[in-house]
């Protein structure tokens, strides 16, 4: 939903530092978007030929493969971007992942007709910027290889259970889940999954009760995770 709300669409521009790689001409093109929870502000339908410009909330960003299995690749916390590799290469093409809403999010837009008016010195200085982040992505997608590789499952359930616990901006230990769709985000089976929800049960750490997972020992499932990869 549009948000024709000059003064608090100003103010993420201010406290996000936007005007540092857009210009003037091009900030006051930039349309600002609410979405409850729950909402895709990218699904693979989508073309993408808009920046977006995540600015408050937080969202989840996961594939879909041909088979019908969920990757989950990260969680984003604001200030992140989307939608720069299709500008940086200039492929208009469906993107290749969703992204839902963990909670009421504001995003900023612009679109690509825009941006084509930039002058040549202040395109440089955005695609310098969009450069920057695609490297700190780049890094990011082999650090989560390494992660599905690598870890447990009892670690990648700690971590995924502590980042939505925290979705709120405070800590929920009730987490309302659908086996099925936990264990495609994980990458696992559904009877793998429920034989580490029993072994982390019987330790103490969460409780499972119908369709909610409740975290019991928050610290012991922080000690669990040596380094959140969810999250920057």
């Keep these: 939903m ?20 857009l210009p003037e001409e091009m900030v006051s093109k930039l349309t ?9 502000v990218i699904d693979s339908k989508d073309n ?23 990757f989950l690749f990260k969680f984003f916390n604001p200030f992140s971007v989307f939608g720069e590799l299709e ?6 093409k469906h993107p290749s992942f969703y992204l839902e809403t963990m909670n009421e999010s504001y995003v900023l837009k612009i679109s690509w007709s825009d941006l084509s008016q930039l002058t040549p010195n202040n395109k440089l200085k955005l695609m ?17 290889l390494w992660l599905f590789v690598y870890t447990s499952l009892e670690e990648r359930l700690a971590r995924y259970l502590l980042e939505v616990s925290n ?12 086996i099925i769709e936990l264990a495609q985000l994980l990458g696992t089976s559904n009877r793998h999954l429920l ?8 330790q103490g750490l969460i409780m499972k009760e119908k369709n909610e997972i409740k975290i019991i ?9 040596i380094k959140n990869l969810y999250e920057l």
């Design 87 to 92: 500008y940086v290469t200039k492929q208009f």
């Design 167 to 178: 979705k709120v901006g405070s800590f929920q230990p009730s987490y309302t889940v659908k």
């Design 2 to 21: 549009i948000v024709e709300d000059t003064f608090l669409k100003e103010s993420f521009i201010s406290k996000w530092s936007i005007s540092n790689f």
């Design 128 to 144: 310098k910027y969009l450069n920057e982040l695609l490297a700190q992505k780049l890094t990011l997608t082999t650090d989560l």
């Design 195 to 202: 034989r580490t929800i029993k072994k982390m049960t019987d």
């Design 217 to 225: 020992n928050e610290i012991k499932l922080k000690e669990m995770v």
């Design 48 to 70: 993408m030929q808009n920046l977006h410009f995540l600015v408050m909330g937080k969202v989840k960003a996961y594939t879909i493969n041909q088979e019908g299995k969920v």
């Design 32 to 40: 600002l978007c609410r979405y409850d929870q729950g909402e895709l």
